[in-house]
């Protein structure tokens, strides 16, 4: 492994249209057979930044920190 996120021959699909076949691998993983071991060593950045009003900083990382 030498890149933290590996992709090969893929494409994308629309509906009916099939445009996706390849592979990907994360972190030497394959994508189709991510689990519980793998999640943790996985982050995950939303693209809906806004965090909830009601949760201090604190709260808010121990909700979001691994068990």
Request: charged share 30%; net charge neutral; aromatic share 10%.
């Amino acid at each position: 492994m030498t890149h933290a996120v590996e992709t090969h021959d893929l494409t994308r699909r629309f509906g009916r249209l099939e445009a996706v076949k390849g592979t990907a691998t994360v972190l030497g993983a394959d994508t189709r057979r991510l689990g519980p071991r793998e999640f943790q060593r996985i982050g995950y950045v939303s693209e809906n930044q806004r965090l909830p009003d009601w949760m201090t900083a604190d709260e808010l990382f121990d909700y979001c920190r691994p068990w």
